[in-house]
């Protein structure tokens, strides 16, 4: 298992910029893509990014492509998700999660199913 913890969520205006970090410890970091997932309000949760271990490989959204950007630091355990151009159809409980086996490949067959680790949320809400 890992341990993931989320931080930098916060309230920013639209057009505005976060970025969220995601702490992970227990497995072997270096090898575990991760992701991350949301949830708004009345609604499922969904893909919202993924990078594989060595951080080479990204796969996006279609709705946050171009504006958020997963880059990680091995060396830190820590995953980061950087969110421009913000939207109030971004506001939502952002969740960091880890995959379930090593080098597991990111791209269009990412699912949650994929994920075996996940944090406790961080709330991003963009006001309009």
């Known amino acids: 298992q890992v341990q993931l913890v989320e931080s930098g969520g916060g309230l920013v205006q639209a057009g505005g910029s976060l970025r969220l970090s995601c702490a992970a410890s227990g497995r072997t970091f270096s090898a575990i893509a991760m992701g991350w997932f949301r949830r708004a309000p009345g609604k499922e949760r969904e893909f919202v990014a993924a990078i594989s271990w060595s951080g080479g490989s990204t796969y996006y959204a279609d709705s946050v492509k171009g504006r958020f950007t997963l880059f990680r630091d091995n060396a830190k355990n820590t995953v980061y998700l950087q969110m421009n151009s913000l939207k109030p159809e971004d506001t939502a409980v952002y969740y960091c999660?880890?995959?379930?086996?090593?080098?597991?490949?990111?791209?269009?067959?990412?699912?949650?199913?994929?994920?075996?680790?996940w944090g406790q949320g961080t709330q991003v809400t963009v006001s309009s």
């Open positions: 999660a880890a995959a379930w086996r090593q080098y597991t490949i990111v791209g269009p067959t990412t699912t949650e199913a994929d994920f075996g680790s």
